[in-house]
């Protein structure tokens, strides 16, 4: 295996064909994404394919080296990039991060997307640990669900939904961003390019058996960030779950606090094995839809609890 | 040999069509052949095109006019696809090779041999009734067989795609083979894709084959399957032939008259082969150059 070598950002300031970078959002084992501004002083996000494991980019350098042997495996993972842009620029979804342009430069290939402003469902959910309310999960995710089924409908995996990659605008509306993990993770066995999963959110298959990935495992990790809401945190990862299953089902977990409709559809999600998850974002979203008036609403008793509760803490 | 053959394969709503269609007769035998690459594996339109292009290259050598073993000529033309379909996954150094499904046929003397790997059919239709149908090699399907669920239930099940035996890959294939089945006239025999019976049932694809010719009926229920289907519409394909061995069929469909061909004559027609260039896994800077033009298209294209 490659030693892990880290590739320095280009600089602030650093002038990119008709953006200018401001700095760096994010470095990832496949990519750099900067913040940069157009010629209209319009903030972009910029991502840059550079996959560290096979281009190596000196401090002080533009262009990033690459060695003969690396080269294919560059090469292709180039192709995965186009593919990850080609998916986007079919994609004009609310749901979706807009890609606005595609471009060479470095020796690399740059895709510039919208920059959104607000931040990601992961500070949300530290932010309100154990205080996110139903109808705050219904109303991201429904229409989280109906972004990801856009996705879907172009063939598309993401393979890397987790709450730091759902973000929420000011607006409250959800956005689904960085495709990085889509295509890569469908190769497994190249030393070069190495599939990424998330603890906690990656389904099964994806440690286990990455040709039975499907919608299926895009739903999984919608399940565990729907769990990560109401948990506060990440649930068990699934390669811990195969070996000893210690999650809780949520159903279990908090029948006191959300109704039992979105609970069961959260653990209907989580299932291990994959064939017994909803299959496409439509079932689960017609789950979660379903029976939805009959959602427990507060009454006066639990109104009368709740004022009780106050008047306790003050 | 006399019969009535309509083919087509269909994008759905996908991005390519990993389909690959093609028949080809001589003067004494007919070969159908469909393969549908496996859309999660990469190039599976490769490993498609390569079956369906082996295959009736294999059927040009073979049959002059007749062929001597159908059902040795399925076998060994099968393996040497998977075979082909391997030496292309080493020749281009891909860390995994491309998968396919596929189904074949033959018929010869009227006589009907076939065989398939993976998910696509092939439904002998008699008396508008199915006299028989292949058995998909997937977990629904053994699902089925145990018992455990019902035909309707797989339609819907979640791991329907889930197929266990392809070409390509890193098993070598499991294929099934047909007995030796004799044809009646007027019998009709499709081949399809998993896109094509999944949304329509088994129950449609009779009805709607029962109640006219083959060129009529399979754009009819093609349609209706991309209804269907919706919006997740997979990539659809269907050859579909109806065996006349009487004189007595309709003059003004076009039936297709073998006798008057010369022994080494082969007529073939092949579906898709247009956009089905064999890419190359390497990039050159042409290629990404027209890589980024496409993108720049389908920018500029969907944010008006």
């Known amino acids: 295996m490659p030693t892990q070598q880290t590739n320095h950002p280009l600089p602030p300031g650093f002038q990119l064909d008709r953006y200018r970078i401001e700095r760096q959002l994010s470095l990832g084992g496949f990519s750099i994404v900067y913040l940069a501004y157009d010629e209209d002083g319009t903030p972009v996000a910029i991502k840059e394919y550079l996959p560290n494991s096979l281009a190596l980019r000196a401090d002080g350098q533009v262009a990033p080296a690459i060695a003969d042997e690396h080269l294919g495996a560059f090469r292709h993972g180039m192709k995965c990039f186009f593919e990850e842009g080609r998916a986007l620029a079919h994609l004009s979804h609310p749901n979706v991060v807009r890609v606005l342009n595609f471009f060479r430069a470095n020796e690399t290939v740059y895709m510039v997307m919208q920059y959104e402003r607000g931040r990601t469902l992961q500070e949300h959910i530290h932010k309100h640990r154990g205080e996110i309310r139903e109808t705050f999960v219904r109303n991201v995710f429904a229409r989280l669900l109906n972004g990801l089924r856009e996705v879907h409908a172009q063939k598309l995996l993401h393979l890397d939904i987790k709450p730091s990659n759902i973000y929420l605008r000011t607006d409250g509306n959800p956005v689904l961003l960085d495709f990085g993990a889509a295509r890569q993770a469908l190769r497994t066995d190249g030393p070069m390019l190495k599939p990424m999963y998330t603890p906690g959110f ?113 | 040999m006399k019969f009535t053959i309509y083919q087509e394969s269909r994008i759905g709503q996908r991005r390519n069509n990993q389909d690959r269609i093609a028949h080809c007769y001589s003067r004494d035998a007919l070969l159908m052949v469909l393969a549908d690459g496996m859309g999660g594996h990469l190039h599976g339109e490769v490993a498609a095109q390569i079956t369906v292009q082996y295959l009736t290259e294999h059927f040009q050598r073979e049959a002059r006019p007749h062929l001597d073993d159908p059902l040795q000529f399925l076998g060994s033309g099968l393996a040497n696809a998977h075979n082909a379909i391997l030496d292309y996954a080493v020749e281009r150094d891909l860390p995994d090779a491309p998968r396919t499904t596929c189904v074949a046929c033959i018929i010869q003397d009227n006589l009907a041999y076939w065989a398939h790997v993976g998910d696509s059919r092939l439904y002998l239709l008699r008396d508008r009734r199915i006299h028989t149908r292949t058995r998909d090699h997937s977990r629904v399907q053994m699902m089925v067989d145990d018992g455990l669920i019902t035909e309707e239930q797989a339609l819907h099940h979640p791991a329907r795609n889930r197929v266990y035996a392809c070409l390509g890959g890193d098993l070598s294939p499991q294929i099934e083979f047909s007995r030796k089945t004799p044809l009646l006239a007027g019998d009709t025999i499709v081949i399809c894709s998993d896109g094509f019976w999944s949304p329509l049932g088994n129950e449609a694809l009779v009805q709607g084959y029962a109640r006219g010719s083959v060129m009529a009926m399979t754009p009819q229920l093609m349609d209706t399957a991309e209804k269907l289907g919706g919006e997740g519409q997979d990539n659809l394909s269907v050859v579909a032939v109806t065996w006349e061995d009487d004189y007595s069929g309709d003059p003004t469909t076009m039936t297709i008259e073998t006798q008057t061909m010369p022994l080494n004559a082969h007529t073939t027609l092949m579906e898709g082969f247009d956009k089905a260039r064999l890419r190359d896994t390497e990039l050159t800077d042409d290629d990404i150059e027209r890589a980024i033009a496409e993108i720049r298209n389908a920018i500029n294209k969907f944010s008006k």
């Open chain 1, 202 to 314: 990656a389904a099964p298959e994806q440690y286990k058996a990455p040709e039975d990935m499907g919608p299926w495992t895009d739903i999984y990790a919608v399940g565990a960030s729907m769990y990560a809401c109401l948990a506060g945190g990440a649930p068990q990862a699934a390669d811990k779950r195969l070996e000893r299953d210690a999650l809780q089902p949520a159903e279990k977990r908090w029948a006191d606090k959300y109704s039992k409709q979105l609970l069961q559809v959260v653990d209907w999600c989580m299932v291990l094995d994959s064939a017994q998850r909803p299959a496409s974002v439509f079932v689960l979203q017609r789950a979660l839809a379903e029976r939805h008036h009959v959602v427990h609403e507060p009454s006066w008793l639990d109104n009368l609890g709740q004022s009780l509760k106050v008047l306790l803490r003050k």
